[in-house]
């Protein structure tokens, strides 16, 4: 005669594992959610659809060779997200270049007697259009909406 034993399946995981599993999961995706957030906006920044246009007196701006600013322009109201915006004027119209830098997002600037945006971490170099002349850059200068109407100037989001 066999005796046969039975015994109850053991569980994979017990009801304090799957406490510490629920805590591990709830932690993670706070502390991962806002990264998450901050990559997808840097992998998706804004555009000049969802900017607001913020105007500027043109008497406000002081033009060296052409090139005023930068001038600081909120892209969504209250968001905190702010650039500095070149503002440009050639012989073909006005344009707006952001003081970002395409290389590592430092902030650029205006070099008068040289006639180029200057970029001081690496050395990036940028003309008049925004277009690169030197440097690691690997892109042009961002560029926004602007356009002069009498006496303001008004500026909006990326183009």
């Known amino acids: ?16 594992g799957l406490v510490q599993l629920a805590i591990f999961a709830i932690v993670t995706g706070l502390i991962g959610l806002p990264y998450i957030g901050a990559a997808l906006r840097y992998l998706y920044p804004a555009e000049g659809q969802g900017g607001q246009t913020e105007t500027y007196p043109l ?20 968001a905190g997200d702010v650039a500095g915006v070149y503002i440009v004027k050639n012989p073909g119209g006005v344009l707006g270049l952001e ?21 001081p971490c ?7 259009e925004g277009l690169v002349v030197g440097g690691p850059a690997p892109l042009p200068l961002y ?11 008004f500026v909006k989001g990326r183009v």
Request: glycine fraction near 10%.
């Open 1 to 16: 005669m066999a005796y046969v034993i039975r015994t109850k399946p053991k569980p994979l995981i017990g009801r304090k």
């Open 59 to 78: 008497s406000s701006l002081t033009f060296q060779n052409g090139v005023a600013g930068p001038v600081t322009y909120e892209f969504t109201k209250g």
């Open 99 to 119: 003081q970002t830098c395409t290389h590592l997002g430092c902030p650029i600037a205006w070099n008068a007697s040289a006639n180029q945006f200057q970029c």
């Open 122 to 128: 690496h050395g990036s170099k940028f003309n008049r």
């Open 143 to 153: 560029r926004h909406d602007v356009a002069i109407v009498g006496n303001t100037v």
